[in-house]
């Protein structure tokens, strides 16, 4: 092992500096600490009040969302109409975006459709809307489909 050699006396005026900042330091961190502890009780009473409103608007949201979603449940629910035939002669006017929406659920609606005069309807309507409007040619005013 290598030999060190006798210990360097260090002078008293040093010892007393180091002593004293380490001192300071503590008590520098103590007021700091107890500073933060004050700032941080405010914010945790503000945050509680925050806290009672959030809860209160959540649980009003929530009890809107199960009221939405119980109505909706009971829409799915109930048993489907058959939808009306129009008689020849009548005007059903309707734009491009009613008719995709009318394309897409005879398509949906397709397989569930038992009687075959219902099913020409539905094709009749199908290939008036595809001559139509070409599915995608942006048409926006109102026409006719009968």
């Known amino acids: ?3 060190l050699g006798a210990p360097v006396r260090v002078s008293p005026l040093i010892r007393f500096g180091r002593w004293s900042f380490l001192v ?3 008590a520098y961190g103590a007021y ?3 500073r933060l502890a004050k700032r941080e009780v405010g914010i945790r009473e503000i945050e509680a009040q925050q806290k009672v409103i959030r809860d209160a608007k959540l649980a009003e949201e929530k009890k809107r969302n199960q009221e939405a979603e119980a109505k909706a449940i009971a829409e799915l ?6 939808p009306r035939q129009a008689t020849n002669g009548t005007k059903i006017t309707l ?3 009613q ?3 009318v394309l897409d659920a005879m398509e949906q609606d397709e397989e569930q459709v038992p009687d075959i005069r219902e099913q020409m309807f539905h094709n009749t309507v199908r290939e008036h809307i595809v ?3 070409g599915r995608g040619g942006g048409y926006k005013s109102g026409f006719f489909l009968f």
């Open 32 to 34: 700091h600490q107890q």
């Open 24 to 26: 300071v330091g503590v």
């Open 95 to 97: 734009n491009a975006t």
């Open 131 to 133: 001559s139509t409007t």
């Open 99 to 101: 008719l995709y929406a």
């Open 77 to 82: 629910s109930m048993p489907t109409k058959k």
């Open 1 to 3: 092992m290598a030999d």
